[in-house]
């Protein structure tokens, strides 16, 4: 009992003490958005006296966080939105659809997940430019759609290759088409893969700064996180207001993580071992 009660010490002691550092930046942002300039300068490492939301007011309203804030959730609503629905169409016609090509279509999808942004940032852009694409909504939706699909589309099929053919085929005879099999089979049987790859694909977008500088230039379509960086040069005098910008950006990841991270988990543990 004791060498079990060790062993469990053993495991505790450095978990704990990760958990510590990740949230410790978290709260040491919190406590620098609380404080004023001055206390800031005093002495940045001691706690605040009160809970002051005067940064916090400013950076949503003045510095214009608040409309960041609503161009990042019309971007990566819509983008999640596409990347679900065409995720999921493709894994079913990959996983249950016999077709010539298809193994070598999902190898095309799988080599998309080798290339990464920085390789076709630039021609990319020309292309957005010359459809005048560049510094939209749907110019960003496309290019988060494009970047993201290919993993939607692998852990989509990988989750819908451990549906048994059987259930198709009944659905086939009871009259169904292939589009009524989609609707009514494989959207209810893939809600868990669903919900993981929405959840982790909201996050990516949410996340991103390289692509929605490059197709985003001006300060009108700043999505949040480029509008947080803006911030470390504008407000590089003012890190009490620039903490606050990191903590609006940080708050909606850190809320999906606590309540939807056994979905996320179970999600992605579904899709990498069926099939």
């Not at 206390?39 to 409309?67: E, K």
């Not at 099929?157 to 005879?173: F, K, L, Q």
Request: proline share 5%; hydrophobic share 55%; with cysteine.
């Amino acid at each position: 009992m004791s060498h079990l009660r060790r062993g469990r010490w053993l495991i505790a002691l450095p978990m704990s003490l990760l958990a510590l550092a990740t949230i410790y930046p978290l709260l040491f942002t919190a406590n620098v958005a609380m404080k004023t300039r001055r206390d800031y300068i005093l002495d940045r490492f001691a706690l605040t006296d009160a809970l002051r939301w005067d940064n916090i007011i400013t950076a949503w309203t003045s510095v214009g966080m608040g409309r960041y804030f609503v161009n990042s959730l019309v971007v990566v609503t819509s983008s999640v939105i596409l990347l679900l629905l065409l995720g999921s169409m493709a894994g079913f016609a990959l996983s249950q659809l016999r077709f010539r090509g298809s193994s070598a279509l999902f190898l095309g999808c799988l080599a998309g997940l080798f290339v990464p942004f920085q390789v076709i940032m630039v021609p990319l852009a020309r292309i957005m430019a010359d459809t005048a694409l560049i510094d939209t909504y749907p110019g960003l939706v496309l290019v988060y759609v494009a970047q993201f699909l290919p993993f939607t589309v692998f852990l989509m099929t990988s989750y819908y290759r451990g549906v048994p053919p059987e259930i198709i085929d009944a659905a086939r005879i009871d009259g169904n088409s292939i589009y009524g099999v989609y609707r009514r089979i494989m959207l209810p049987l893939g809600t868990p893969a669903l919900l993981s790859v929405g959840i982790l694909n909201a996050l990516f977008c949410w996340n991103d700064v390289l692509m929605s500088l490059v197709m985003m230039p001006s300060a009108e379509h700043r999505t949040l996180m480029v509008g947080v960086t803006s911030l470390r040069g504008q407000y590089s005098d003012d890190i009490p207001t620039f903490a606050s910008g990191v903590l609006i950006a940080a708050i909606p990841v850190l809320v999906v993580y606590l309540f939807l991270q056994r979905q996320i988990a179970d999600g992605v543990a579904a899709g990498s071992t069926k099939g």
